[in-house]
């Protein structure tokens, strides 16, 4: 009877793993057929370093947390199987994706200035867009979740972001990310969140450092985001 039981086990490992592996697989295959392999491999590395930056953060923190598991065109999402114990290790979770992305997006860019290579610029630029993204604050992106130690009525703040993103770069995972976020920014701003008022005690140091993190991230991502996005038009031109 051990036996049989540690062999289910096993075997549900497997299938999670082959579900993560799968998806990531379908993923690359069309990212590949529609961009090119170089640039495919690239975007799915970039999304999965992210994703893995989140699962390291949780598992440090004690949490279960289940492998990435990809939809094309979406990105990836790593599924948390215990409930978030305080804001602060939200916040702890939340920043790991884009700080662990962000600085794979550097070592790209890096590599593509030092070997003059236009395809790993490329997903470089990816890279440093991805992560910019997911910092824009509001919930469910990760941005919302770091913000969680300051205020979560900062989620309204996102919340005309995504609508001036909408309308320069129209996008259904705009669409999805705006039906997910408006219903928690709104209960945010009226101060009827499900999370007791203990959840939101964090210390004023801890407010400080991860506020400056923040802030560093946005605008060291925001400036690579420009820097690169010139040197690609100058290189199409």
């Given at each position: 009877m051990i036996k049989l039981l540690l062999l289910l086990l096993s075997g549900a490992k497997l299938g999670k793993i082959a579900i993560s592996a799968g998806s990531m697989l379908l993923s690359l295959v069309i990212?590949?057929?529609?961009?090119?392999?170089?640039y495919g491999v690239g975007l799915i590395v970039m999304i999965f370093v992210h994703e893995m930056?989140?699962?390291?953060?949780?598992?440090?923190?004690?949490?279960?947390?289940?492998l990435p598991a990809f939809i094309p065109f979406v990105g990836a999402w790593i599924?948390?199987?215990?409930?978030?114990?305080?804001?602060?290790?939200?916040?702890?979770?939340?920043?790991?994706?884009?700080a662990v992305g962000s600085?794979?997006?550097?070592?790209?860019?890096?590599w593509a200035q030092y070997y003059h290579d236009n395809a790993m610029l490329a997903v470089a630029y990816a890279g440093f867009m991805i992560n910019l993204?997911?910092?824009?604050?509001?919930?469910?992106?990760?941005?919302?979740?770091?913000?969680?130690?300051?205020?979560?009525?900062?989620?309204?703040?996102?919340v005309p972001l995504l609508i001036g993103l909408f309308v320069i770069n129209p996008s259904p995972i705009l669409i999805i990310v705006g039906l997910l976020a408006l219903p928690k920014a709104w209960a945010a701003w009226r101060g009827?969140?499900?999370?007791?008022?203990?959840?939101?005690?964090v210390s004023a140091s801890e407010r400080l450092q991860y506020g400056a993190a923040y802030i560093v991230l946005i605008m060291g991502l925001g400036f690579m985001s420009y820097r690169v996005h010139g040197m690609l038009s100058g290189v199409s031109s």
């Open positions: 990212y590949g057929s529609i961009f090119g392999w170089a930056g989140h699962y390291l953060a949780a598992r440090q923190r004690g949490l279960e947390v289940g599924q948390l199987k215990d409930k978030l114990p305080n804001a602060e290790t939200e916040a702890y979770v939340g920043i790991a994706g884009p600085a794979a997006a550097f070592l790209c860019y890096f993204f997911n910092l824009l604050p509001i919930s469910p992106l990760d941005g919302g979740r770091i913000t969680t130690v300051l205020s979560p009525k900062i989620w309204i703040v996102g009827r969140l499900e999370e007791s008022p203990d959840y939101w005690q």
